[in-house]
């Protein structure tokens, strides 16, 4: 792991370590003290401490009976039930937002699958979370705001930085934007099943879907 200074955050550590975990650079049942990350960040106990604190609470992490932390394991079934979830939440989330709102979120939504076709993963990513939190921010509802955002910046954050862009990425896209516009709620679930469907495959096989 990285050496950070100081004045960063509880929540860049937070990224640091649940990224080390998704990609099995932390196996689970490894002990984790606050002391030896403290140590290899170059911070002081407090926030590492309030980070493992985050980490137990997105499920990643778990306390045992000493009180020390452990990596969770991260079983198949709990990865695609996650992800799952997320496009049930997203999916209700489109669907409650006001029909004003809806042109500007397909237009960006449209520019987004351009992007995404084009090949470059880095601002196709940058993107594609961009047009994830102002879909959420066009709700105007503060606690499923909360309760989405604890998803986008865990799993899903993580998965969308290391999707394969190109053709499939781009088609996936369209058919989330295309059941959107048409208004049917049947083919928006499904699309946005297979779009989340997609990342639990990325995070389950990140060797094969982080090479070009």
């Not at 998803?151 to 959107?180: C, P």
Request: with cysteine.
């Amino acid at each position: 792991m990285e050496t950070v200074s100081a004045v960063q955050t509880k929540d860049y550590i937070v990224s640091v370590i649940r990224s080390e975990i998704l990609a099995g650079n932390m196996r689970p049942g490894e002990e984790l003290t606050q002391e030896l990350i403290a140590e290899q960040l170059g911070v002081s106990r407090m926030p590492v401490r309030e980070a493992l604190q985050s980490l137990a609470q997105e499920g990643l992490i778990v306390r045992l009976p000493n009180r020390h932390m452990q990596v969770a394991a991260m079983e198949e079934k709990q990865v695609r039930d996650t992800f799952r979830m997320a496009a049930t939440m997203e999916t209700e989330i489109l669907l409650m937002i006001p029909e004003e709102k809806r042109d500007e979120l397909l237009l960006r939504l449209s520019e987004l699958a351009e992007t995404a076709g084009s090949g470059e993963r880095k601002a196709a990513a940058g993107a594609e979370m961009a047009w994830h939190k102002y879909a959420l921010a066009s709700l105007r509802n503060s606690y499923i705001h909360q309760l989405f955002r604890r998803l986008l910046d865990s799993y899903v954050s993580y998965a969308v930085e290391r999707l394969k862009r190109g053709n499939a990425a781009a088609e996936l896209l369209t058919d989330v934007g295309a059941a959107l516009a048409s208004g049917n709620e049947g083919a928006l679930r499904a699309a946005m099943n297979r779009y989340y469907g997609r990342m639990a495959d990325c995070l389950l096989n990140s060797k094969e879907e982080t090479h070009e």
